[in-house]
């Protein structure tokens, strides 16, 4: 769903400069296309309307990509289940794994192809979700992932995407991007278009309850990230803001709670909804220096995304605090 916005106000931001703080405002009336799934269902039970939407999308034989983690403790039939009751053909593949490396994209292309699939669902935490915009996309094309790392190289549109996060972290499932660990390079790279983008997203707490402590708090830290920096990016707008802001008071009320008390919904439904508005901020107004930095540590140490985030999060918060200065004030304000 795109929708083009021309900011009315110009937004004032401010950078240090040899010691100095200098005003830069944006005068210019800017044209903004904001970009986020045609549907979006939130809330407990969300998952339960996956088979009405998969119809929706014309789809009779339906690819599920996951990962051996939630395929083995049963989680799969909270998917299959609504699937097949819509009397869809299901099938799974669960090798993805964390940083998924180009080089293994071939494997469920070929599947793709071979199996006459016409419906990808990602389901998992953010290497599953990009793993199934890569395979709606590629197949049939004669290319690999490697030929349309930047932006705006996917040439055209590709199968129907349904995306369903059991994290709260990476908010893929709102993005029009896919980010994986290029192994002949030691370094990750992403693609970026709007052919990526799912067609629907159902985000449903009661899926991230299995989520286990370490991961519930690294994913958390890195969709609180996500809000961080879109809501200092100069590309930021209203629309954006309000998303980021309230996605960093949701995840700043709840990232504890969640962590320790995993069964806790209230938590668990705040953190995936200041995940998915998360990925929708920084999916139209970018990220910045802590992404930045990261990803090297990521591509050459295979340290987790959450993690890497974290590590770099207090210095380039140092380093841009005078150049947004006004921004951390509000971070304060609404982290209470």
Known sequence: MDHVHNEPEPRVFSSAMGGQQ?????????????????????????????????????????????????????????????LRESGLDVAFYDKTVPEPPMGTIGEIVEIVEKGGYDLIVGFGGGSPIDVAKAAAVLPNTGHTVYDWVGVDKVPRKGLPIIAIPTTAGTGSECTAIAIFANEKLNVKQ????????????????????????????????????????????????????????????????????????????????????????????????????????????????????GVANTMVLPWAMEFNMLACLRWFKQFGEAMG
């Open 190 to 305: 992403g693609l970026v278009s709007p052919f990526l983008m799912p067609n629907v997203a159902l985000v449903d707490p009661a899926l991230t309850i299995s989520c286990p402590p370490n991961v519930t708090a690294a994913s958390g830290m890195d969709a609180l990230i996500h809000n961080i920096e879109a809501y200092i990016s100069v590309n930021a707008t209203m629309h954006t803001d309000s998303l980021a802001y309230e996605g960093i008071k949701l995840i700043s009320q709840s990232i504890r709670t969640a962590v320790y008390d995993g069964t806790n919904m209230w938590a668990r439904d705040n953190m995936a909804m200041g995940s998915m508005m998360g990925g929708i901020a920084f999916g139209n107004a970018g990220v910045g220096a802590v992404h930045a930095l990261s990803y090297p540590i990521g591509g050459m140490f295979h340290v987790p995304h």
């Open 22 to 82: 200098l005003e830069r405002r944006r005068v210019e009336r800017k044209m903004r296309i904001h970009r986020q799934p045609k549907t979006l269902i939130t809330g407990i039970g969300a998952v339960d309307q996956l088979g009405e939407e998969a119809k929706k999308l014309n789809g009779t034989k339906v690819l599920v990509i996951t990962d051996e983690g939630v395929s083995s403790c049963g989680m799969c039939a909270e998917v299959e289940r609504p």
